[in-house]
């Protein structure tokens, strides 16, 4: 989990707990009502222990551990679920098309297993599916923001002021300007090897989008045509699966370069096609 739970906090707002302290402060609040005001802090009393071993005993059973961290994992699944159709909202058209036609295609992939093997749950293989839809959603929402960044650089321009810097350079009247110089070059050059970077991003993301909707679309024909389930496994999901976390990996290493050319802008200029898998 990407957080550290409190056991303790959690017993604290199970709901049984919560109707244990109104249960006790209720009984107080009874016995000074109604002529019991010297018994009145018994209810209290009884309630401040019992919550004290409650919250002694049970946030420290393994059982209950276990409880907490799988209601833990469903709310940060929900959470990245809404977070990611925010993002698919944030796409342009022509990117929701591509988005929504993978998802119809994994459904489908479920619904034709199901239907030509008679079995009610597909395999672990197909419904890895589901997390390389979401990684597909993920590379698109880099590639598109990647893809209009580098539009945006005019190369050649780069490549003129370098040659500009170097002439400069070269006829500088003095040490000090010659190295002023020299300094422009060379974030002249890093800019321009980062460009080349991104660039080469941009090519492996988008042939990453178009293995994966390949993919889907294989695992389709495959799933209707097989006969019989055991078929499946001569699909190679292990290398569609990895090849997407080489991708990860990678734009994860070029990422502080991405962020600090304030790549983080999710308002495109213009439309970016994406490669779409020919539509069926």
Not at 59 to 81: H, I, K, Q, W
Not at 157 to 177: G, K, L, V
Not at 241 to 250: A, G, P
Request: contains cysteine; charged residues 30%.
């Amino acid at each position: 989990m990407s957080e550290k739970v409190s056991y303790v906090k959690e017993a604290l707002k199970e709901p049984l707990n919560i109707w244990g302290i109104v249960a006790c402060v209720a009984a107080s609040v009874y016995a000074s009502t109604f002529g019991h005001a010297d018994l009145s802090w018994l209810p209290l009393a009884a309630g401040a222990g019992a919550e004290s071993l409650y919250l002694a005993t049970l946030p420290a059973t393994a059982g209950y551990r276990r409880v907490v961290e799988r209601r833990m994992r469903r709310r940060e699944l929900a959470d990245r679920n809404r977070r990611r159709e925010a993002l698919i909202r944030e796409f342009e058209p022509r990117e929701r098309e591509a988005v929504e036609y993978l998802r119809w295609l994994k459904n489908q992939i479920y619904s034709n297993y199901k239907k030509f093997t008679r079995v009610d749950e597909v395999p672990d293989q197909i419904r890895s599916l589901e997390g390389v839809w979401e990684s597909f959603v993920d590379f698109l929402d880099t590639y598109r923001r990647l893809k209009n960044h580098v539009r945006s650089v005019n190369r050649q321009m780069i490549q003129n002021q370098i040659a500009q810097a170097e002439r400069a350079m070269q006829s500088a009247p003095d040490d000090t300007t010659a190295r002023l110089y020299e300094k422009n070059l060379e974030f002249l050059n890093k800019r321009l090897q980062t460009t080349n970077d991104i660039e080469r991003s941009v090519k492996r993301v988008e042939a990453q989008l178009q293995s994966i909707e390949s993919f889907f679309a294989l695992v389709n024909d495959q799933v209707i045509t097989m006969p019989t389930p055991e078929h499946i496994s001569s699909l190679d999901f292990e290398s569609l699966l990895s090849s997407i976390e080489l991708t990860k990996e990678i734009l994860d290493q070029t990422a502080p370069v991405f962020n600090s050319l304030d790549l983080s802008d999710r308002s495109p200029v213009e439309s970016i096609r994406p490669p779409v898998a020919q539509r069926q």
